[in-house]
């Protein structure tokens, strides 16, 4: 089957990204578009449109009525994911050879950048929960106890990057953790790639979205949290510790010179739409409706992890004895497409559009499932093995260029790690390299294996011993 055919290919429910519903939920200007005269709308950087980071044309207009509407210094479209606005806005932050905090659930785009631009990521583990298998969100204490944090004495941070909220929806009071870091002068990047829409919903007891806050860098991905099409994404700029030059000359280093239009065309019509009073009192409504699904699901009786994200259903899959594998290979089986298996979870994503069916349909499921895996009791996990604050024992991008000998997992006790380990989705490493191997690290990336089977293939890639 060709990759054409496929994209014609209906499931019964999807509940993956991008959250426009494969199109019932994108704004209606491109639905238009799309539909008029398919590919016109497939044009080059003419004067009219000018670019991303041009002073005149349609862009540029669109990037400051919206910066002057959210009270940003600047903000600008991206066409590579919130991936690619993450890595402009890391090298806008920290040079060569300098340290920027991570958390341990980064998404690999910081990483990735990391590696080609000899930036230090400095991780900070979260707390964690072994009930449902996930990060906590971040609080001020913890965060204090990070920043005062023995192995930082001697070392400057250039930057911290916060997550707000998670892949699966907790979030943080991002405004007092943005406030901590100012006091000491960093510079704070929030990827809030999960958590655009918050922008418009605060009367909705939803998070504070990091544009509200006095952030310098937030970047959002406009498919995963709002209706425009995948890849498209934006970054927003404020206040005086980052020089605005260096994000422009982030964005300019990796922006494909041919960006395509029809994304550009998204990036705005997606954030515009909710600006609509109409359309926004629309949003809302399934939003409502999304709060109103979990709680049919609980009384049900079916295990679910809250988070402050409703639009995420979590099914705490290892409360019964199912991973969240078993159980996502199940649904699919009938015809229901979730976002992200975990080891004790199963993530659901409800897009933009209400979901009638979707509690009978899973309650029903769920009903098939338990009678097919006969459970056992509730599924246990391990806290991943990680020091509060950990600073690669060599530099990650000179391991990732160096020497390199692929030993058997039980082996690498002691070597440095020469590659990055991540499941996608999520996306969030297990080691990266230059990082040292020991036991614990080695179980914990048995354990996740066991569940996640092309993981590893039980050989590591590390830094031979000659360097
Ligand atoms: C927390 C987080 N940040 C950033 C990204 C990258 O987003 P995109 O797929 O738009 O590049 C992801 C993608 O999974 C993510 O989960």
């Given at each position: ?398 391991a990732w260029?160096g020497?390199t ?11 440095i790690c020469s590659e ?13 390299p230059g ?25 590591l890639s590390v830094l031979?011993?000659?360097?």
């Open positions: 089957m060709s990759i054409s055919s496929f994209l014609k290919e209906k499931f019964y429910q999807e509940h993956f990204f991008p959250s426009h519903n494969r199109g019932k939920a994108l704004p209606k200007v491109l639905i238009d578009l799309l539909s008029e005269s398919p590919g016109s709308w497939d044009i080059p950087e003419l004067p009219e449109l000018g670019s991303v980071l041009s002073d005149s044309g349609l862009i540029s207009d669109a990037q400051s009525f919206l910066s002057r509407k959210f009270s940003s210094e600047k903000c600008w479209f991206g066409v590579n994911g919130a991936s690619g606005m993450i890595q402009s806005a890391i090298l806008s932050m920290v040079k060569q050879g300098e340290f920027i905090l991570v958390p341990r659930n980064v998404h690999i785009s910081v990483i990735k950048i990391c590696l080609v631009s000899g930036v230090v990521p400095v991780f900070y583990d979260l707390e964690f929960s072994e009930v449902n298998g996930h990060y906590l969100p971040l609080n001020k204490s913890w965060l204090k106890k990070i920043l005062d944090h023995h192995s930082l004495c001697n070392i400057k941070i250039s930057g911290i990057v916060f997550i707000h909220p998670y892949y699966q929806g907790f979030s943080s009071e991002i405004n007092s953790l943005v406030e901590i870091c100012h006091q000491r002068r960093i510079p704070v990047l929030v990827d809030e790639a999960h958590g655009s829409y918050f922008l418009f919903c605060e009367d909705l007891g939803l998070p504070k979205s990091a544009v509200k806050s006095n952030a310098d860098l937030v970047v959002q991905s406009l498919h995963k949290s709002l209706n425009g099409l995948t890849q498209t994404a934006i970054l927003w700029f404020k206040g005086d510790l980052i020089e605005q030059e260096n994000v422009v000359k982030g964005i300019n280093l990796l922006e494909t010179t041919s960006p395509n239009s029809l994304l550009l065309a998204s990036c705005e019509e997606s954030i515009m739409d909710w600006l609509d009073e109409t359309n926004l009192k629309r949003y809302k409504e399934v939003i409502t409706s999304a709060k109103k699904i979990s709680e049919e699901l609980i009384s049900n009786g079916i295990p679910l992890i809250e988070t402050h994200d409703p639009l995420k259903i979590i099914l705490n899959t290892g409360s019964v004895g199912i991973d969240g594998f078993t159980a996502d290979k199940f649904f699919c089986k009938y015809g229901l497409i979730a976002e992200l298996p975990e080891r004790l979870s199963l993530t659901f994503c409800l897009g933009f559009t209400k979901q009638k069916q979707f509690a009978n349909i899973l309650t029903d499921l769920w009903i098939k499932l338990i009678k097919y895996a006969e459970p056992n009791g509730r599924l246990k996990t391990y806290k991943p093995p990680f020091e509060l604050v950990q600073i690669p024992s060599v530099s990650p991008s000179f260029r020497k000998e692929k030993l058997p997992l039980q082996e690498c006790v002691g070597r990055i380990i991540y499941p996608y989705p999520p996306g969030i490493p297990l080691i990266v990082e040292e191997i020991n036991h614990e690290r080695i179980d914990w990336i048995r354990e996740e294996s066991l569940y996640c089977k092309d993981l590893v293939n039980s050989y031979t011993k000659d360097q």
